[in-house]
């Protein structure tokens, strides 16, 4: 199975700040890496696909990255809405593994 | 508009049996690759199953052999069958819709699984 290890596991942030999350594949998974958000009791809202790809309806300020097996979710001006737990998950095989998730908290 | 709508959670003894519903509607879950994940309290997501547009099935090893996945086409429902539940299976359960390329682009609102005595 692919292990996603996601870093840092929770962060302190303030509105306005830029956001960086970590997302490392145990094995090359291409392109195949997901991101999404999501807010407590709710279900998890789908960000960025292929690694870079941005959602219909998600705001510009969310990318993504890739380098080899390691992917990076990036906030550009963090908004009060954004505080929430993000995950990666790789859908290159099964079983689609998660990342263990980032909890973005406010400073 | 696409909506899927989880059904069937509640609570159940450990060793005890229960069937989750997904009523979906805006597209065809025949069509379309469909998945559970399961959330339990306070952790993070795990991926249980897929049943794919051609019928074939694939499960995560926490569950293969006590769970198992199905739709019924006409009326465009995905199907959770759990048998042999444990404590440990107390989760949320979203069912999930394959995207383009493999992300999970539609999910249900959850349905929640209590195991216990």
């Known amino acids: 199975d692919i292990q996603m290890t996601q870093s840092p596991s929770s962060l302190s942030a303030s509105v306005g700040d830029r956001v960086t999350i970590t997302c490392r594949a145990s094995?090359?998974?291409?392109?195949?890496l997901n991101w999404y958000q999501q807010k407590p009791g709710k279900a998890p809202n789908l960000l960025i696909y292929?690694?870079?790809t941005l959602q219909s309806g998600v705001p510009s300020r969310f990318s993504g990255s890739a380098s080899g097996t390691d992917f990076i979710l990036t906030i550009s001006g963090l908004q009060p809405e954004d505080f929430a737990t993000y995950y990666c998950?790789?859908?290159?095989?099964?079983?689609?593994?998660f990342g263990q998730g980032t909890k973005v908290e406010i400073k | 508009d696409v909506q899927l709508v989880e059904s069937g959670g509640g609570l159940v003894q450990p060793g005890g049996s229960l069937r989750l519903s997904c009523a979906v509607s805006?597209?065809?879950?025949?069509?379309?690759?469909m998945n559970w994940v399961r959330q339990a309290p306070g952790k993070g997501l795990e991926w249980l199953s897929v049943?794919?547009?051609?019928?074939?099935?694939k499960y995560a090893d926490s569950v293969k052999g006590r769970f198992t996945i199905s739709r019924d086409n006409p009326k465009n429902t995905l199907y959770l069958q759990m048998n042999s539940l444990r404590p440990e299976d107390t989760a949320v359960f979203y069912c999930?819709?394959?995207?383009?390329?493999?992300?999970?682009?539609?999910w249900g609102q959850g349905t929640l699984v209590t195991v216990s005595s």
């Open positions: 292929a690694a870079a």
């Open positions: 999930a819709k394959d995207g383009q390329g493999g992300p999970f682009d539609y």
């Open positions: 998950q790789q859908s290159y095989s099964t079983p689609r593994t």
């Open positions: 094995q090359s998974i291409n392109t195949y």
């Open positions: 805006g597209f065809s879950v025949s069509s379309n690759h």
């Open positions: 049943i794919y547009s051609g019928g074939s099935t």
